[in-house]
């Protein structure tokens, strides 16, 4: 589970998702999409050629100005709303997603079953869901900081903790749904408050001097805290595993798979060059390769992620080995990794397999 609206808004990158060209069937991909496997893939666009897209689980998810639309893993229609959120943020997950706009008071939240719209008076701060289905809010709060709520596969609001100091900019649930973790802004630095979903009292904290912007829950219960220039691994009763510094550099992006993360870097000066580090969740850096051209997004699933460079895709295992790549690419709208190593592409119109 990644929500989108972290690292664009903050260091102007994508959502989870790197971004689409003209990948006509018979052109530069050739028979690398559509495989025999995927055969019975087939996604219906019409009407979001210029959507925003998102991972969700082994589907994905796609917002334009008008409307939201859940896929399946097989580009199969799950749920369609007509919805219109201006500055529009996405969170998606497996079989699920929520939709809002950034200090706006409305969220969706898209399932098989249908969409549900809740309300916030408060604003809605920032979201995310799980593969459970459980979603977490955190929004404002009329004599408080803010506010955090966990709303269940039923779309039922099941626990709301209130927040009393600190700044909140960031909420995540966890994969058991037993936990909700809160980074907060001090004065100090950077302050991560874990609770039980079933009590109103910290379960444990963390503090840092560095000013970290967004929080993952990792698939293993761990935590990732990342900030332009560096990130950390903590579990969730407080105790950091391990910290990983690029001084001289700065964070483009970064995704989260099954045991690992991979984070994007650039340079602060003018140029093409950066890295792609791979860690294990305890901050273990596993691998590290120079780019030779500039990175503009990430997604990751399973043992497998995905790079968009300015004129590439690239598919990787945790190795950082080269599976696949699909050349002259610039204008891609969206890539989706998937867990088996796979990758949906997104064009204008229309969406492909790519199994290298």
Known sequence: MKKSGGII???LIGLVILAVTVLAASGVVGSRLNKKDNSGFSADLMGFENARFAAAGSGFAAVSDIACRLYGRNGEILCTASRSYPQLQIAGAEGCAAIWSEG?????????????DLSYSGGVTAADMNDAGTAVVLA??????????????????????????GYPIDADISPDSQRV????????????????????????????????????YLADGRLMLV?????AFLKDDGKLLGELTFDGEILKGYAAGDGFAVLLLGSYQAGSTGRILAAD???NLLHSADTAAETEGVSAAGKYFAVRYTDETVLYDTGINVLGSLK???????VVMRSDGSAV???????AIFEP
């Open 227 to 231: 900030s332009s220039n560096g990130a």
């Open 140 to 165: 404002g709060e009329i004599g408080y900081k803010g506010s955090v709520t966990v709303v269940d596969e039923d779309n039922n609001a099941v626990y709301r903790v209130y927040i009393g100091s």
């Open 104 to 116: 706006g008071s409305a969220l969706t939240i898209l399932r098989a079953s249908g969409a549900a």
């Open 9 to 11: 808004g903050k260091l």
């Open 181 to 216: 973790a809160i980074l907060s802004m001090t004065s100090e630095g950077s302050t991560v408050s874990v609770y039980d979903t079933d009590s109103d009292q910290v379960y444990a904290e963390y503090t840092s001097e560095n000013s970290f912007f967004e929080l993952e």
């Open 345 to 351: 592409i997104i064009t204008g119109g229309r969406a």
């Open 328 to 334: 002259d690419t610039a204008g891609i709208q969206a």
């Open 281 to 283: 969740t305890a901050g």
